[in-house]
């Protein structure tokens, strides 16, 4: 059904970031205005071979491009900033970000060529952007990023509050979130509050920063050799208490990957990253100080094949290798999928002499999203009318609605919707009201959507079974072949070690072929078809394997 | 170097289960006598695209197969038993096992159609088997499967222990381990210690079945609708607890899934499931039950895709689809590299209106191996004087050998070897004696080994980026392109949607080959190389992607 608001209600949907962790995208629509909250991508499963990241459709906000007054950003992770360059190319949407925010949007741009023609603006915690029917402010929230925002978009059913990712860390690094607005926010009236459902599973209070840089500290002063030091680029506040630790302990900070580099110039820059220039020192100076005065850090942190770590694990690096009384830290936890890469990591590290720390029992690392008691200390200060969790899947969404109705907001007030669902609400009421298509969008190389279903299940099989390639050049009317036919596999078996295998097929191949081409209507399709059925249950039955068998048939 | 071991010494190696998870395979030499222990399995990693199952290189045994006397089993797991057919194909070694396990060889060997020949021992925990200058004896121990069973094999220089997968589980299901005789075992002498390292990180004591079994009835007494239980089919401990809760609160039991199915049949013949005939029922008659008289017991604990539990949560089991107030209960941890597909198998079954019960809080689940306090017991009893840490990654025997060491084993009596080392030892000294190759052996459909690495690089290649084909048939004397040249391409783009990027690619072929046909010296190898170097770089730049070149050239 085609989403219908109606005049007196205020519009909220997802083009991402509903049943899934990842592309948050989010709107809010009021009769001819619409504010889109974040522009994030997501990051491939296992099973989207070869896909770069995925994107949402973006059509919905095409349609309604007329209507768009601004897209607002809660801050610079990925996930909520990463299909900025991608809509931009569609729509040039006036942007507004916080500093560190905006400083990661604009080398994107510039990076994508369209920094020339982009209208964005610094905000802060301060900034109220007033349209004419509606307004945007803001509140400030702790998160594993500096400059995160909470998003409250006022219109006249109500106010939409959209938390961003967060976590109440009484102890951050830099500001605390605004308990005391957040309160005046409630007070003031929340009409339908989304929020971050990261970590609906985890009954825990998310440790605090602060406990992280106390033992990152207590570490740096223990451990006598050199420290490798690995996490997200991203996490500029655990970067500030490493290089922090580093300056205390008097260890010199060599830097490595791309994305730590940018993450330290942009940290620094911004003012979030304090430690002084000398406080560095580039890879050739190394050799020249002592192991004790040396921290590594590093990309790496989620065993990504490429990053400096793995490649320091695995040999591979040009400019460091481990050696005996090394200490690796990693200031992370694997994602779901990531968990053998970082084993694997860990124990080219651990056989090369170092000495790993990691995991949970470490305190070496916390998580950037609050878990229960947060999620309900969020809900009773905004004690919304209506619920929507957002920023998780299905299953943490549902707990989360659980949470809801635990401190007091009616079931049925509760929605858990999915992406390109419009939820419409009036001040009294709220109704499901239609949905648009907001699918999926495969990026790979420079090609955004031109990767589909058909192209990911044929790489499905490829890597699984391999392929099979037989060809053949014919003259229909002489009826004769004229080349081949021939067989090649890739990814099937050696063909080296395998010619009795290919001879045989061949042979087969070639009598059905001019048998086939008897046939007063014989035609290409025919030829194909023969091969098929001629050469897949044969390799089937010698290897068991079902390879991809391609015919290609030539006329000459 | 080649492995020498001296007359007086007993040498100690393994051919799969040092440094992995997988394929346990040991092996215990002295002089012209050689016990086996275990002949195990690896499911591959993720990177092994299209692999079944990996196993070791059994060259070893194989040349020394006039010494080998006894090939015993520990359990029958998987990772301990898997390999057996592959190893009897090649060596018809005698087995020994207990009788579960010998149950599931049986079947693997029933399979393959090697029963005929096989020579098969049933032991239990006072077997022992004399050789003549070795003997083998044996000692119960508690793990996730019935009948598990420690190894002693009694050489001339000293006893060598082998204690298989092991937990101290005080209240298991089934008989406990046998405590007495491990002391005893322990005070008699053991030269060296072939120890469990699965757990090596986890500082807890590993939880008693009992308290499982405890949780398990208490969900069932509570649940009002139906039951869906999903475990390991191998884990028949757990399955007798769950069918002795289904008979207490009155739910009949219905069984899903080819393995669980086995398992069940295995169980209750061999006597280890005791519930009656009449508590289980078929599918068909689970419509004419109520819903809280309900127990399916199924597959698809770690979310594999063809598993019962995982098409009845996407809707394609035939008999079986979720209904509200069903619940499931995941009696499991997901296996690292498994955790996505069990949480987008939780997600579906959530959207589709099941409650979910997984994870630690629930206490549904608790491993088969000991942590590190049952390391630690296991070290106390045995008080080996050489100790080698075994069935564990790198980082785990690392950690292992740092629990020996605090039991008072000096660090240089502790030996963290790979697959092929061979440790020879006399009844006072111990040194790492020689090499042999002990590589991974891929199994894949019916073929076993004849995937190799190239072969995988190629289904890599072609997983992520695809394969294009470009093909064409000359003749080289006249100069001449008689058909194509012609593209085809599979897992790259969608090719009905990029017409004009082929044609463009066949025109520049079709000119860069006639060119090349120019050259006197023109051969397929340089019509190869002109379609390798025009079609890359071309897709390259209109692209940015790297798909596999693959040229075919028929001559006429």
């Known amino acids: 059904m085609k ?3 109606k005049n007196n209600e205020v519009g909220v949907f997802a083009l991402g970031g509903l049943g899934e962790i990842g592309k948050n995208t989010y709107g809010v629509q009021f009769q ?8 994030g991508i997501k990051f491939p499963e296992d099973d989207l071979l070869g896909i770069d990241y995925v994107i949402p459709d973006y059509s919905y906000i095409l349609q309604n491009l007329n209507k768009v007054k601004a897209l607002v950003i809660t801050h610079g992770h990925e996930d909520h900033i990463g299909g900025v360059p991608y809509l931009l190319k569609q729509a ?34 301060d900034t109220v952007l007033k349209f004419r029917k509606t307004s945007v402010s803001f509140f400030r929230t702790t998160h594993s990023i500096p400059d995160a925002l ?7 059913p109500g106010n939409i509050v959209c938390t961003g990712d967060f976590k109440f860390d009484f102890t951050p690094v830099g500001e605390p979130a605004n308990l005391h ?25 998310t440790k605090s920063e602060m406990l992280i840089g106390d033992s990152i500290r207590r570490i740096f002063e223990k451990v006598e050799g050199r420290i490798i030091f690995a996490t997200f ?3 500029i506040s655990r970067l500030q208490q490493t290089t922090e630790a580093a300056l205390k302990t008097g260890r010199k900070i060599a830097v490595f990957g791309r994305s730590m580099e940018n993450s330290i110039v942009n940290g620094r820059r911004l003012g979030y990253i304090t430690v002084p220039d000398d406080a560095f020192v580039d890879a050739h100076e190394l050799k020249s100080l002592p192991a004790e005065k040396i921290l590594i850090l590093c990309t790496g942190s989620q065993g990504e094949p490429m990053a400096a770590l793995s490649r320091i694990a695995n040999g591979t690096h040009r400019q460091i290798s481990i050696q005996p009384g090394d200490t690796v830290i990693f200031s992370s936890s694997p994602i779901p999928g990531n968990t053998t890469s970082v084993n694997n990591v860990i124990n080219l590290l651990s056989e090369a002499g170092a000495e790993v720390i990691h995991g949970k029992i470490n305190n070496v690392h916390t998580s950037g999203h ?8 969020m809900l009773r200060l905004m004690k919304p009318k209506f619920f929507m969790p957002v920023h998780g899947e299905f299953r943490m969404q549902k707990i989360h609605t659980q949470l809801a109705q635990a401190v007091g907001i009616p079931k049925e007030n509760c929605f858990i919707l999915e992406n390109g669902d419009v939820l419409s609400l009036t001040s009294e009421t709220a109704r499901e009201a239609g949905h648009f298509n907001a699918g999926d969008v495969y990026v790979d190389g420079n090609g955004v959507g031109d990767i589909g279903n058909i192209v990911l299940r044929d790489r499905r099989i490829l890597s699984e079974e391999g392929l099979v390639l037989a060809v053949t050049t014919v003259n229909y009317k002489r009826k004769e072949i004229l080349a081949g036919p021939d067989i090649l596999s890739r990814g099937f078996i050696y063909m080296r070690e395998s010619g009795e295998l290919i001879n045989e097929g061949q042979k087969l191949l070639f009598h059905a072929i001019r048998e086939a081409l008897q046939d ?23 290897t068991e394997r079902h390879p991809m068998v391609l015919p290609m048939i030539l006329e000459a």
Chains 1, 2 share one sequence.
Request: proline letters at 6%.
């Open 3 to 5: 989403p219908s608001i």
């Open 32 to 39: 001819d205005e619409i504010i889109i909250v974040d522009a």
């Open 92 to 125: 040039n949407i006036p942007i507004y970000a916080g500093p560190l925010a905006l400083a990661l949007i604009t080398n994107k741009l510039d990076e994508h060529g369209l920094l020339r023609d982009a209208e964005l603006h610094e905000i802060n915690e």
């Open 150 to 156: 909470g998003i409250v978009i006022k219109t006249p």
């Open 181 to 205: 607005r957040m309160a005046r926010i409630g007070e003031s009236g929340v009409l339908c509050l989304l929020s971050d459902s990261t970590n609906a599973e985890i009954p825990e209070f």
């Open 233 to 235: 680029a991203s996490n």
């Open 370 to 377: 609050g878990g229960q008691e947060e999620q309900k200390l």
């Open 520 to 542: 007063p209507k014989c035609n290409e399709s025919l030829v194909r078809d023969t091969i098929i059925d001629t050469l897949q249950p044969f390799l089937i039955e010698k």
